[in-house]
């Protein structure tokens, strides 16, 4: 079965400490993956995307992810997590290169992050 | 870019209410995207146009339901006859062809008392 995983459903981390928010996927074909971002009350906006290449992605906001094909991972990463990171976080996982296939994401239950200051 | 506007941000009605949502795509956006999301939960797809054409709906959305984009920009969402179980955030999200992802509104908060 196709699915998604975040195995975390909430984080506490300190300001200027280093983040991880892991994701595993289960997908029977080549995956397109995504990490999306939601504050409170808004709508979701795209950190990263991967859909082939360098398995290491660069995101907005000083986030990056790296695909492992192995081990069927996704995971999100900072450096440094700022305040103005604390938020709610999705990972996503679809396949082919036509975008109608967004029809067909398939998303984790989300990692709520929490910062302290 | 003025990114995809949802109108409004939020609604309260009364359950057996209609009501009517609004979503402006990104204008060069020929896709056009509908999603429920309710707490603690990912968005779960509804509905999906390519230009004017409604190409695909969710089995989760039943007749009292029914979404349209008369002229390829922007969409609505109706609900008719409201439950309690129809209160979520609903959102929009546009994208072009191709290897493009998608790009969300900020949503609509039903609530149905």
């Known amino acids: 079965a196709q699915s998604v995983t975040q195995p975390d459903i909430h984080i506490t981390v300190s300001e200027g400490a280093s983040l991880e928010l892991r994701c595993n996927y289960s997908?029977?074909?080549?995956?397109?993956l995504f990490w999306y971002v939601q504050s409170p009350g808004q709508g979701l906006q795209l950190l990263l995307k991967?859909?082939?290449?360098d398995t290491l992605v660069q995101g907005i906001k000083g986030f990056e992810a790296e695909f492992k094909r192995s081990q069927s991972s996704f995971n999100l990463r900072k450096p440094s997590v700022h305040w103005s990171d604390a938020a709610e976080y999705f990972c996503a996982v679809g396949g082919g290169k036509d975008a109608g296939n967004n029809r067909k994401l398939i998303w984790g239950l989300g990692t709520s992050l929490a910062v302290n200051p | 870019d003025t990114g995809v506007s949802q109108d409004p941000r939020h609604k309260i009605t009364k359950r057996g209410q209609n009501v009517t949502f609004r979503c402006d795509p990104i204008?060069?956006?020929?896709?056009l995207y509908w999603y429920r999301q309710t707490l603690g939960q990912g968005p779960e797809f509804l509905t999906y146009?390519?230009?004017?054409?409604?190409?695909?709906k969710s089995r989760l959305l039943s007749d009292r339901f029914s979404a349209e984009r008369p002229k390829g920009s922007f969409s609505t969402l109706e609900i008719q006859r409201t439950e309690q179980g129809d209160s979520a955030m609903y959102l929009c999200?546009?994208?072009?062809?191709?290897?493009?992802?998608?790009?969300f509104g900020n949503g609509t908060r039903l609530t149905v008392t």
């Open positions: 997908y029977g074909a080549t995956p397109y």
């Open positions: 991967y859909f082939s290449g």
């Open positions: 999200a546009s994208s072009l062809e191709g290897e493009s992802p998608l790009h």
């Open positions: 204008s060069e956006h020929n896709r």
């Open positions: 146009f390519q230009n004017e054409a409604q190409l695909e």
